[in-house]
């Protein structure tokens, strides 16, 4: 696999197989890319279970917050790394021992060893992306913005 260029039916197959994300580094905080990111994802009709030790037992919307992927009660298809390149070589190792299909290592984390280990052990594997931003490209919502900002559009607008 080439992870410096991802073909767009790569993608699309991982976000249209998924339908539980576990987040590792979600955060409570509403103003953390990861808050958006996992709203985002619910929004669309995932299930994204939050993954965070230092907010273990609380509530991010509306999912309890487990202090590591051994400890999430539910299967789940997909891990979505929100931590550094380092930390990515654990978790992925934890994915791939939990039985996840997909590790997908948000923007600015690679770890290509990582990468290698769950290849080797049938996962697919993403690298510095976001799904968020690419559920939204290939479904044609993204604007020059990053976001639907429901501005720009083909149909008149009504007095």
């Known amino acids: 696999m080439n992870h410096d260029a ?13 339908r539980t994300v576990a987040m590792v580094g979600a955060s409570p905080h509403w103003n953390r890319p990861s808050y958006f990111v ?4 619910q929004a669309k009709g995932y299930r ?19 202090a590591a992927l051994r400890d999430v009660p539910v299967p789940y298809e997909m ?3 929100f931590r550094n390149s380092e930390a990515a070589g654990p978790i992925t190792d934890e994915a791939v021992a ?6 997908w290592m948000q923007i600015g984390v690679r770890n290509d060893a990582a990468a290698a280990r769950a290849e080797a ?3 697919t594997v993403v690298m510095n992306r976001c799904p968020k931003i ?12 990053g976001v639907n900002t429901g501005i720009i559009s083909s149909k008149r607008r009504r007095a």
């Open 134 to 145: 690419e559920y939204s490209r290939l479904c044609g919502e993204l604007g020059w913005s």
């Open 6 to 18: 991802y073909g767009d039916d790569y993608l699309r197959g991982i976000l249209k197989s998924v």
């Open 121 to 123: 052990a049938g996962l």
């Open 98 to 103: 939990c039985g996840a299909k997909t590790v």
């Open 48 to 66: 994204v279970i939050p993954v965070n030790p230092g907010a273990t037992g609380q509530e991010i919307l509306g999912e309890t917050t487990y």
């Open 79 to 81: 891990v979505d790394i």
């Open 38 to 41: 996992m709203k985002y994802l």
